[in-house]
């Protein structure tokens, strides 16, 4: 799993000058700006092309020469939605060719600085390591960290589980997440030519990025290939399983008019990928997600094969795959008003409707959820089922991580993000993806401007605390740090939780009635 650190760091400061690299695989060049060394569109596998369409990825082959690496690569395929498009560059070209990286670096001097790994999200379906709000200049200048952003296979290339009707297709159905340890392999391999240090890396993610996380924590594959972890809206509940990924592949497969069996897998590798995507669309929309079921699992995510996943990885958690690594995780308090944002009317509802939701959702505790979702100071918005529904797509989720990671003896720390927009007439509130400006400390980049309300004269603070708050943890382990107050572990006697607002403050388990009320759904 890599060469030893001490040997990458004194490989790293023979190799490295300005904005010209040595990799394993060959010499880049990238840009030299004011206080950073930034190279984009890095290969870090072979184009998963036709005889590694839907296989695991495989590592660069060497090239000859100076490789220019100053415009960030293509996109991976995907039909993408308004969220995406705020966060910029989605004008991109599309491309199986996709598996590249970003970094920037204060210098690539072979010092051995702490190594954030950003997972974009997207539902395992859109998205892109080179969004304008990814950009991490502000890491590596105000806080000396390496940044590093990824792309991965998205959707069908990413997630078609092809081993229920192709038994050869071992480990088909999670090439998006082996793109993302492949990554990190890279990076174990390559970063301390960047002024990276290979034994201090810390992957964090958002929405699917942090579900994809909380994957990763409970891969055996990606053991030792990162030593921290932060989870932004996603924990590690939304994985599927081998027999729903197989009944989604057959699907695709009649969709495109090829049998179930390996004669039509050996032609699916023979269409072009246009072909394919048409194919996806009709049926993501044929098998979108059970908004009542007991967990919302997107169409397309990573399966428990047993292979690659031998187990759900919240169960791998819980037996301690990754006590070593710290985690902090938190979510937003009105995470699926973004949904109404992107479609207004997927809330447009009354109580009639939300009664019978609740009672398919909750059974004997419907009246218990709804008596609770009808209080004001619950919820921020007034829509009764987005509450609802953030609670249990991101903050249960969240929680069981929580108390999964911590049961095992790994340290963890809990956030809860309730700073309000402006934006959008006020009504979305601490809306999903609204803490990705203040992370990144981009308010200027994208459309940040157009989520965040301008933003208000009290976000840059919030920004800075929260920057601050993730290089620390990056590089101590520990989020803990001057800008904030007192904040203590999460664990199940007091579930200390830091509430980031324009005032921070911990609050011991702020969300007690619902989580209360989740844990007696989950145990019924």
Same mark, same amino acid.
């Given at each position: 799993?890599?060469?030893?650190?001490?040997?990458?760091?004194?490989?790293?400061?023979r190799a490295s000058s300005g904005s010209v690299v040595q990799l394993r695989a060959g010499t880049i060049e990238g840009?030299?700006?004011?206080?950073?060394?930034?190279?984009?569109?890095?290969?870090?596998?072979?184009?998963?092309?036709?005889?590694?369409?839907?296989?695991?990825?495989?590592?660069?082959?060497?090239?000859?020469?100076?490789?220019?690496?100053?415009?960030?690569?293509?996109?991976?395929?995907?039909?993408?939605?308004?969220?995406?498009?705020?966060?910029?560059?989605?004008?991109?070209?599309?491309?199986?060719?996709?598996?590249?990286?970003?970094?920037?670096?204060?210098?690539?001097?072979?010092?051995?600085?702490?190594?954030?790994?950003?997972?974009?999200?997207?539902?395992?379906?859109?998205?892109?390591?080179?969004?304008?709000?990814?950009?991490?200049?502000?890491?590596?200048?105000?806080?000396?960290?390496?940044?590093?952003?990824?792309?991965?296979?998205?959707?069908?290339?990413?997630?078609?589980?092809?081993?229920?009707?192709?038994?050869?297709?071992?480990?088909?159905?999670?090439?998006?997440?082996?793109?993302?340890?492949?990554?990190?392999?890279?990076?174990?391999?390559?970063?301390?030519?960047?002024?990276?240090?290979?034994?201090?890396?810390?992957?964090?993610?958002?929405?699917?990025?942090?579900?994809?996380?909380?994957?990763?924590?409970?891969?055996?594959?990606?053991?030792? @290939?990162?030593?921290?972890? &932060?989870?932004?809206?996603?924990? =590690?509940?939304? #994985?599927?399983? *081998?027999? +729903?990924? !197989? $009944?989604?592949?057959?699907?695709?497969?009649?969709?495109?008019?090829?049998?179930?069996?390996?004669?039509?897998?050996?032609?699916?590798?023979? @269409?072009?990928?246009?072909? &394919?995507?048409?194919?996806?669309? =009709?049926?993501? #929309?044929?098998? *979108?997600? +059970?908004? !009542? $079921?007991?967990?919302?699992?997107?169409?397309?995510?990573?399966?428990?094969?047993?292979?690659?996943?031998?187990?759900?990885?919240?169960?791998?958690?819980?037996?301690?795959?990754?006590?070593?690594?710290?985690?902090?995780?938190?979510?937003?308090?009105?995470?699926?008003?973004?949904?109404?944002?992107?479609?207004?009317?997927?809330?447009?509802?009354?109580?009639?409707?939300?009664?019978?939701?609740?009672?398919?959702?909750?059974?004997?505790?419907?009246?218990?959820?709804?008596?609770?979702?009808?209080?004001?100071?619950?919820?921020?918005?007034?829509?009764?089922?987005?509450?609802?529904?953030?609670?249990?797509?991101?903050?249960?989720?969240?929680?069981?991580?929580?108390?999964?990671?911590?049961?095992?003896?790994?340290?963890?720390?809990?956030?809860?993000?309730?700073?309000?927009?402006?934006?959008?007439?006020?009504?979305?509130?601490?809306?999903?993806?609204?803490?990705?400006?203040?992370?990144?400390?981009?308010?200027?980049?994208?459309?940040?401007?157009?989520?965040?309300?301008?933003?208000?004269?009290?976000?840059?603070?919030?920004?800075?605390?929260?920057?601050?708050?993730?290089?620390?943890?990056?590089?101590?382990?520990?989020?803990?740090?001057?800008?904030?107050?007192?904040?203590?572990?999460?664990?199940?006697?007091?579930?200390?939780?830091?509430?980031?607002?324009?005032?921070?403050?911990?609050?011991?388990?702020?969300?007690?009635?619902?989580?209360?009320?989740?844990s007696a759904w989950a145990e019924r």
């Open positions: 799993m890599g060469r030893p650190v001490s040997e990458l760091r004194e490989e790293g400061r840009v030299r700006k004011v206080g950073v060394s930034v190279f984009l569109g890095v290969p870090y596998a072979q184009p998963p092309v036709g005889p590694l369409r839907f296989r695991r990825p495989v590592e660069c082959a060497p090239w000859e020469g100076v490789r220019p690496a100053r415009t960030v690569g293509p996109i991976a395929h995907q039909f993408p939605t308004d969220l995406e498009a705020m966060q910029g560059r989605l004008d991109l070209p599309q491309s199986e060719d996709c598996l590249t990286l970003n970094i920037w670096t204060p210098e690539p001097d072979g010092t051995p600085r702490p190594v954030m790994v950003w997972i974009h999200g997207g539902a395992y379906l859109n998205g892109t390591g080179a969004a304008d709000w990814f950009d991490g200049t502000s890491f590596a200048t105000r806080h000396d960290v390496v940044l590093v952003t990824i792309n991965y296979r998205l959707a069908v290339f990413g997630y078609l589980h092809l081993a229920g009707v192709s038994p050869e297709e071992i480990g088909s159905g999670n090439c998006g997440l082996l793109d993302q340890i492949a990554a990190l392999q890279w990076v174990a391999d390559n970063i301390a030519s960047f002024g990276g240090d290979p034994g201090n890396v810390t992957v964090f993610g958002e929405s699917a990025g942090a579900m994809s996380v909380g994957v990763i924590l409970g891969t055996p594959e990606a053991a030792g @290939l990162f030593h921290r972890a &932060i989870l932004q809206s996603g924990a =590690a509940s939304n #994985v599927t399983t *081998a027999e +729903d990924a !197989t $009944a989604v592949a057959v699907a695709v497969l009649a969709a495109l008019g090829l049998s179930p069996d390996v004669e039509g897998v050996t032609r699916l590798r023979e @269409l072009p990928a246009a072909q &394919i995507m048409a194919a996806y669309g =009709a049926v993501a #929309v044929s098998h *979108a997600p +059970d908004m !009542t $079921a007991s967990r919302v699992v997107p169409t397309f995510a990573p399966v428990v094969d047993g292979v690659v996943l031998p187990q759900e990885p919240l169960h791998a958690i819980r037996e301690g795959a990754s006590s070593s690594v710290p985690v902090m995780i938190g979510t937003n308090r009105d995470e699926m008003e973004v949904m109404r944002l992107l479609d207004a009317s997927i809330y447009d509802f009354g109580d009639d409707e939300i009664e019978r939701r609740a009672a398919t959702l909750f059974g004997d505790l419907s009246g218990e959820a709804l008596s609770l979702y009808r209080r004001p100071e619950q919820r921020r918005t007034q829509n009764v089922w987005t509450a609802v529904d953030t609670d249990r797509t991101f903050l249960a989720p969240a929680i069981a991580l929580a108390e999964a990671h911590e049961a095992a003896g790994g340290a963890t720390w809990l956030y809860f993000f309730t700073w309000s927009t402006t934006a959008f007439g006020g009504r979305v509130g601490a809306v999903h993806t609204l803490e990705i400006p203040f992370v990144f400390n981009n308010f200027s980049l994208g459309a940040s401007p157009e989520l965040t309300g301008g933003p208000p004269a009290d976000a840059p603070a919030l920004g800075e605390r929260m920057h601050r708050t993730w290089a620390h943890f990056a590089r101590h382990g520990d989020p803990r740090n001057d800008g904030l107050p007192a904040w203590t572990p999460y664990e199940p006697l007091e579930r200390a939780t830091m509430i980031f607002d324009t005032t921070c403050a911990v609050v011991n388990d702020p969300q007690r009635d619902r989580r209360l009320l989740w």
